[in-house]
């Protein structure tokens, strides 16, 4: 298991599940990555910070999920 407690955007930007979190591709990280961010509010600024950075280097590419509907 994987201590992400001490993750940066960094850490976060080279996590695959994260990726596909951000990218909407995978349900099962969508609903990991949700979960996680409830557990774990200390991390949310810091998680939203990755998110917008993916954001930025995939080209604002809605998730797939939201293009979908």
């Known amino acids: 298991m994987i ?6 955007i960094e850490d976060f930007l080279v996590d ?3 990726q596909e ?3 909407g591709k995978d349900k099962l990280c969508v609903n990991y990555w ?3 961010i409830k557990a774990h509010p200390e991390q ?3 998680i939203k910070d990755a998110k917008r950075l993916y954001a930025i280097l995939s ?3 809605k998730p797939l999920n939201s293009q979908l509907e």
């Open 3 to 8: 201590d992400r407690s001490l993750f940066h």
């Open 16 to 18: 695959n599940t994260f």
């Open 21 to 23: 979190y951000c990218a």
């Open 34 to 36: 949700e979960n996680y």
């Open 44 to 46: 949310e600024s810091t």
């Open 59 to 61: 080209g604002h590419k």
